[in-house]
């Protein structure tokens, strides 16, 4: 059992359990083009370039990208990139009632 802050006691597999129903939504997020913020912790996005081989049908190179917050970065030690922002991808933050999962 691990205890939080809170006083609530959950057991291991609940809390992994959690973490699969977030991973999943960041990951439907994704899918769709759009970025899930996680409060404290950063934010996954999606990285796009436009390669123009062609002007009939030009190709999307698209990536997955995770800026962790400058915040926590800094609490660790941590070496930070440049946040990347294209402008294109809507960023939704993540709260608890936004997670489907069973």
């Not at 809170?6 to 769709?32: F, R, T």
Request: with cysteine; proline share 4%; net charge positive.
């Amino acid at each position: 059992m691990v205890r939080d802050n809170i006083g609530y006691a959950n057991s291991n597999k609940d809390l992994q359990k959690v973490w699969e129903c977030i991973a999943q939504s960041i990951e439907n997020n994704m899918i769709k083009d759009k970025g899930t913020l996680l409060k404290g912790i950063g934010y996954f996005t999606v990285a796009k370039w436009m390669i123009n081989e062609n002007k009939v049908h030009p190709n999307t190179i698209r990536k997955p990208v995770f800026v962790i917050e400058e915040k926590l970065a800094k609490d660790f030690n941590l070496k930070r990139s440049r946040p990347y922002n294209s402008g294109i991808v809507n960023t939704r933050t993540l709260f608890k009632f936004f997670i489907d999962c069973p």
